[in-house]
């Protein structure tokens, strides 16, 4: 998967846009981010709980990892885009997506099937 892969299966989700921060590009949902973008390091970074990231950590070891520090602790987990599939990725963005969405965006979302 490419950095433009990911990029694009964030920015299909409901009410993204693309942002900056530290000087890489993030993905928002009303203000707040879900996902973030390392395009030198060819990974992304994915907002999960520690029981989501601890799931998909085991489940698909080669492409998720948790975040050094404390930031993995607190579920932020590395997506390594190398190894990445692409229907494993959206799947897991739109996690992210619904956990840092509304409940009321999430909610209209799920009646389209994000």
């Known amino acids: 998967m490419t950095v433009e892969d990911y990029r694009r299966l964030a ?3 409901p009410e ?7 000087n890489h590009p ?15 390091k060819n990974k992304g970074v994915l907002m999960l709980t520690p029981a989501q990231q601890e799931l998909i950590t085991k489940q698909e070891p080669a492409m998720f990892a948790p975040y ?3 930031w993995g602790r607190r579920g932020a987990t590395h997506v390594n885009l ?3 599939k692409e229907s494993t990725v959206r799947d897991a ?3 992210a ?5 509304t409940k009321t965006l ?9």
Do not use: Y
């Open 97 to 101: 997506w619904r956990n840092i969405a």
């Open 106 to 114: 999430s909610a209209a979302a799920s009646k389209r099937a994000v």
């Open 68 to 70: 050094p520090g404390g």
């Open 26 to 40: 993030d993905f928002r949902v009303r203000g707040k981010i879900f996902a973030t973008l390392w395009p030198a």
């Open 93 to 95: 963005l739109a996690i």
């Open 16 to 22: 993204v846009i693309e942002g900056a921060h530290m």
């Open 11 to 13: 920015l299909a989700l």
């Open 82 to 84: 190398q190894h990445a």
